[in-house]
T-cell receptor
């Protein structure tokens, strides 16, 4: 079945460091890919999305490119801030009548940014 | 637009009881999906409702059920609560008409503790 695998955390970085969180997926169709972020005590917020191969999603300095050849959607940011400390989830939505409304999530990666 | 709202935010129940959680989607959204988040299993899809009909269902026992009303508000019910049902329950809304490319917007969640 469909699945998402993220790099294990926690990831600890100093402020202004470069961030990469790896995400790879397995899907039978042509999924849409998402990154969500969860701050302590809150629900999930959409960070960015891409719906087809080679699409690049971007938001708030974060970027991810849909790579079909490597089945990956790695999250990057050039310079992290303390306020970026949160849990990041990679997710896919596989089109098809049997998959409506269903997101499949990776296990989440905790990012800690130190001043 | 107002975001997705969930009530109550916190619940404490004892084993064997039942519980009902409520979710109000973003205005105009017709799809509501429910997820369970636990430290051990991560984020797991429960079910999705669209126009008062369940369109998709995850792999949870029949104790977990839901419904959707004509105004798109949704409720989920868990009967005969078990300790393992302690979790953060998240609902998400989307327009529901674009298949896998739809973005799901999440509420803050209901934290259920079963004693």
């Amino acid at each position: 079945g469909d699945s998402v695998t993220q790099m294990e955390g926690p990831v600890t970085l100093s402020e202004e460091a470069f961030l990469t969180i790896n995400c790879t997926y397995t899907a039978t169709g042509y999924p849409s890919l998402f990154w969500y972020v969860q701050y302590p005590g809150e629900g999930l917020q959409l960070l960015l999305k891409a719906t087809k191969a080679d699409d690049k999603g971007s938001n708030k300095g974060f970027e991810a490119t849909y790579r079909k050849e490597t089945t990956s959607f790695h999250l990057e940011k050039g310079s992290v801030q303390v306020s970026d400390s949160a849990v990041y989830f990679c997710a896919l939505s596989d089109p098809g009548s049997s998959n409506t409304g269903k997101l499949i999530f990776g296990q989440g990666t905790t990012l800690q940014v130190k001043p | 637009k107002a975001g997705v709202t969930q009530t109550p935010r916190y619940l404490i129940k004892t084993r064997g009881q039942q519980v009902t959680l409520s979710c109000s989607p973003i205005s105009g959204h017709r799809s509501v999906s429910w997820y369970q988040q636990t430290p051990g299993q991560g984020l797991q899809f429960l079910f999705e409702y669209f126009s008062e009909t369940q369109r998709n269902k995850g792999n949870f026992p029949g104790r977990f059920s839901g419904r959707q009303f004509s105004n798109s508000r949704s409720e989920m019910n868990v009967s005969t609560l078990e300790l393992g049902d302690s979790a953060l329950y998240l609902c998400a809304s989307s327009p529901g008409t674009s298949g896998g490319t739809d973005t799901q917007y999440f509420g803050p969640g209901t934290r259920l503790t079963v004693l």
